[in-house]
């Protein structure tokens, strides 16, 4: 398949694209810094704080699908997940492509946006050490997250054939191979999942006849 993955330098989206090369897809990586992807890798340059569309709609087209692992790094980059979606979506609209994978988070189905202010308080599955750690989290992200919930607004409301990953805690450790999925909740009891193998649900989202327009969530 031809594949466009979105921030494939970052912890979760490096797993995607060596994956991704690993079975044989075509890919293309939109980054901020090119040079730091190998140079056998397909990268354009895009900066998602200010992205040129008409650049971004040409770097899409053609593709089978997109997987997006945009995401803030920092405080100061709070906003960057709904902002660059906002002209990702506008890019596939153009460039005519289809299906859109991104990476949320597990609480954010608990966090209210004025689109969507009735959210229920606690996510499906979700087990008491989780729903402790997401109040907690909800605090101290509360810019982050409230970033992630108007980033899946925009995702819902595309119009797109669109799939919303929202994992817990995320660790370094190797594969595990095996990992849990439910749709529209966390895996009952939860609370974390290695990069690789998120990168490797990701992955399956885009390229696996799987259900569309739905909320996955993943847990080891």
Known sequence: MRLVIIAA??????????QALDAGHE??????SPGAL?????????????????????????ADA???ALGATSKAEAGIAEAGTRALVEAMRAGE?????????????????????DKPRHEPG????????????????????????????VVRDSGLDWTIVRPPRLTDKPAAGRYRTAVDGL????????????????L????????????LGVAD
């Open 66 to 68: 997109v997987v997006s």
């Open 97 to 117: 492509v289809r299906r859109l994978v991104v990476l949320s988070a597990a609480p954010i189905g608990t966090v209210p946006t004025a689109a969507r202010p």
């Open 187 to 202: 895996p009952r009891g939860g609370w974390r999942i290695a990069r690789a193998d998120l990168g490797h649900a990701m």
């Open 38 to 62: 190998a140079a056998e890798v397909k990268a354009v340059r895009v900066d998602f704080a200010d992205p040129d569309p008409v650049a971004l709609a040409e770097a899409v087209r053609g």
């Open 126 to 153: 979700e087990g008491w050490f989780m729903r402790r750690v997401s109040g907690v989290l909800k605090r101290v992200l509360r810019e982050h997250y409230a970033d992630l919930a108007a980033m899946e607004d």
């Open 27 to 32: 890919v293309t990586a939109l980054v901020r």
């Open 9 to 18: 330098t970052g912890a979760t989206g490096r797993h995607v694209l060596d």
């Open 204 to 215: 399956r989202a885009a390229t696996s006849p799987v259900p569309s327009r739905q909320v």
